[in-house]
């Protein structure tokens, strides 16, 4: 295994980005608690509210793990691990599209619950897009920084 100074993981402006992004969709989230009641499906913009919680301190703990010494990942992995959670805004502002709209394609147990009749062909197509393409991102940003903190485990170790 290859020792990697500590320049080279320095990832404390990433982990800025990653709080302040997280911090945003908290309060996104937040607000858009306020709306539920008011969109012309309540079920699936509760969704939506949730779903901007979650992913907000997603994103807030993700940094915070890029921030402490448990986790070595290079600064062009740290910015691979803060676009793939920038990217999660997609997934939120569809979802709170779909509320509106009434897309039940991307998620069709929640579309169902809500009553959803379902969205013209090309609203269920970007709103399925939009959960589709993050979820990779966020599925490569996570496997990059888990495998920083394996990494940074076994340094510990030597």
Known sequence: MSVVSAAATDNTEQSYYLT?????????????GFTISA?????LMLTAH???LVNGMMSVFAGLILRTSLSRVGR???MLIVWGHVSAW?????????????AKKALPIAGAQAGASGAAPWEESLVV???M??????????TLL?????RGFRGELR
């Open 133 to 142: 393409v993050p979820a990779l991102l966020l599925i490569a940003a996570w």
């Open 50 to 52: 949730i779903q901007f």
């Open 20 to 32: 302040g992004n997280g911090s945003l969709m908290i309060l996104a989230g937040l607000l858009c």
């Open 146 to 150: 888990i495998w920083g903190v394996y």
């Open 76 to 78: 062009r992995g740290g």
């Open 39 to 43: 969109a012309p499906y309540p079920r």
């Open 90 to 102: 997609a997934v939120c502002f569809s979802e709170v599209a779909a509320a509106v709209w009434g």
């Open 129 to 131: 897009a939009c959960h």
